[in-house]
Antibody, heavy 122, light 107 residues
Framework: QVQLVESGGGVVQPGTSLRLSCAAS????????MHWVRQAPGKGLEWVAV????????YYADSVNGRFTISRDNSKNTLSLQMNSLRTEDTAIYFC???????????????WGRGSLVTVSS | AIQMTQSPSSLSASVGDRVTITCRAS??????LGWYQHKPGKAPKLLIY???NLESGVPSRFSGSGSGTQFTLTISSLQPEDFATYYC?????????FGQGTKVEIK
């Protein structure tokens, strides 16, 4: 069955960096776009970033553009999110999610992980 | 960026009630909209994709409709397991945008 397991969360200070990972299994990882979505405490879901199945295309939310970088290793079935210059408002649970199949297809998000908590605090 | 406005932000309903949640886009998004259910501490769940297509395994009491800028999620007969927060998500224009969510609570 499809499984997505996030890791790498923790407590960090503002201005520092953190790298999240998402281990995927149970499907052909190389065929699907992959996303990061977050939920700040007491807030709704916020889309963060997507990478196409073949790594050629990526998009970011305005709130993280220039600070976060999404990447994937199709040989290891792993999705990553490098988060730099972290701010207190980046505090959230970060979910990875499977997107669309094949070229030019990014949604819907049909499988999600349980999330990894990132806390940015001094 | 496109703004997605959901209404209501919360509602109280009883088991067996018919529930309707609306999502309005600030501009045309064709039918590129999905609906998601989220319970605390759990992974969000896809219910509807492309505005009106029921995801495999999702009960038929859930349905979606609409196109252009106005969309609706309907739960025909609310069940105890349906108490959750519901979100719409558009991906016609990037970046994708969620609605602010509708919390469905027990009356």
């Amino acid at each position: 069955q499809v499984q997505l397991v996030e890791s790498g969360g923790g407590v960090v200070q503002p201005g520092t960096s953190l790298r999240l990972s998402c281990a995927a299994s149970g499907f052909n990882f190389t065929s699907y776009a992959m996303h990061w979505v977050r939920q700040a405490p007491g807030k709704g879901l916020e889309w963060v970033a997507v990478m196409s199945h073949d790594t050629t295309t990526e998009y970011y939310a305005d709130s993280v553009n220039g600070r976060f970088t999404i990447s994937r290793d199709n040989s290891k079935n792993t999705l990553s999110l490098q988060m730099n210059s972290l701010r207190t408002e980046d505090t959230a649970i970060y979910f990875c999610a499977r997107g669309g199949y094949g070229s030019g297809s990014y949604l819907p998000l049909d499988y999600w992980g349980r999330g990894s908590l990132v806390t940015v605090s001094s | 960026a496109i703004q997605m406005t959901q209404s209501p932000s919360s509602l109280s309903a009883s088991v067996g009630d018919r529930v309707t949640i609306t999502c309005r886009a600030s501009q045309y998004i064709r039918n590129d909209l999905g609906w998601y259910q989220h319970k605390p501490g759990k992974a969000p769940k896809l219910l509807i994709y492309a505005a009106s297509n029921l995801e495999s395994g999702v009960p038929s009491r859930f349905s979606g409709s609409g196109s252009g800028t106005q969309f609706t999620l309907t739960i025909s007969s609310l069940q105890p397991e349906d108490f959750a927060t519901y979100y719409c998500l558009q991906d016609y224009i990037y970046p994708p945008a969620f609605g602010q969510g509708t919390k469905v609570e027990i009356k």
